[in-house]
């Protein structure tokens, strides 16, 4: 039967991709973000999605955004938090206040609230499944990046007393930690660390991928896979647990 499927910031990047997994699946699904083009996009793409333009660091468009929500799916079956954003690249002791309030309130603080509104509907579903979208900065330790790294472990407490507390209704909770994503942005990141080393393209790379058992990034089709298996019948018995996807990255560096 189709499922009904929420996600959070799925406007592009992993999150669209998951919810083009859901679709291809012939599930129902809705996507909010903040960027109101990239929505428009994924309608055009697909027009049986539902999409809602909001801010989801502001707590009242988040219930605005919700009340739709309900309007259009009825219950949830499935909900991914996939909200996150990384924030600056500072040492922690010029991390400003407003800049870890930022990355705090977006990546927990709107998954918190959400996850509150969608409690009662997954109930309803009697097959409830969260998905929240952690990172290997969720495992690691990640300098240069306290809020966001603090956040993404903070999923995993998230993540772990919810699978207790809501284990009895037969909703179940997990974490996915992905390493570097494959994409526009890895590839960006890479050649700016070569031109300012003078090095190659190639040469980067090879340093990026030297600590992780796979030698490639991961493409984030499999991170939407991941998302399907755990979501399916298939994972019916997996709750509480904390999946890296990362070609088995042993270090940040
Ligand atoms: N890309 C990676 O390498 C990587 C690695 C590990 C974990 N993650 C996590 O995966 C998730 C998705 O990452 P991504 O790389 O696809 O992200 P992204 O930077 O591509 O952004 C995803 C979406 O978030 C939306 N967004 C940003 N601020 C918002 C706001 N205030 N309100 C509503 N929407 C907002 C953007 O418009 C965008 O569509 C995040 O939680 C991220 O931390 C990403």
């Known amino acids: 039967m189709a499922k009904k499927v929420f996600i959070s910031a799925g406007g592009s990047g992993i999150g669209r991709c998951i919810a083009e997994a859901f679709l291809n699946n012939d599930d129902e699904v809705f996507i909010c973000d903040i ?7 994924c309608q055009k793409d697909y027009p049986k999605l539902h999409i809602y333009a909001c801010d989801l660091a502001e707590p009242e468009q ?10 259009k799916l009825g219950h949830i079956d499935v909900l991914v938090n996939n909200t996150g954003i990384s924030g600056p690249t500072i040492a922690a002791d010029e991390l400003s206040f407003d800049d870890w309030n930022t990355v705090i309130n977006l990546n927990l603080n709107s998954t918190f609230l959400i996850t509150q509104l969608a409690i009662p509907l997954l109930k309803q579903s009697g097959a409830g499944v969260i998905i929240n979208m952690s990172s290997i900065a ?9 809020a966001y790294s603090t956040s993404k472990w903070g999923l995993i407490g998230f993540t772990k007393t919810l699978s207790m507390e809501l284990g009895a209704d ?4 997990n974490a996915i930690l992905p390493g570097a994503v494959d994409g526009d942005r890895v590839q960006r990141v ?3 660390r070569a031109d300012v080393a003078q090095s190659s393209l190639e040469k980067v790379t090879q340093n990026a991928l030297k ?7 991961v493409n984030p089709k499999h991170i939407a896979d991941l998302c399907l298996f755990l979501a399916s019948d298939s994972g019916r018995s997996i ?13 940040l560096s």
Request: hydrophobic share 40%; with cysteine; net charge positive.
């Open 35 to 41: 960027n109101a083009q990239s929505l428009e996009q």
């Open 170 to 173: 037969n909703i179940r909770v």
């Open 190 to 192: 890479l050649q700016a």
């Open 239 to 251: 709750s509480g647990q904390i999946l890296p996807i990362d070609g088995d990255k042993q270090c």
């Open 211 to 217: 600590n992780q058992s796979l030698k490639y990034f």
């Open 138 to 146: 969720g495992r690691l330790g990640y300098p240069y990046r306290l």
């Open 62 to 71: 988040i219930k605005l955004m919700f009340a739709e929500a309900i309007k």
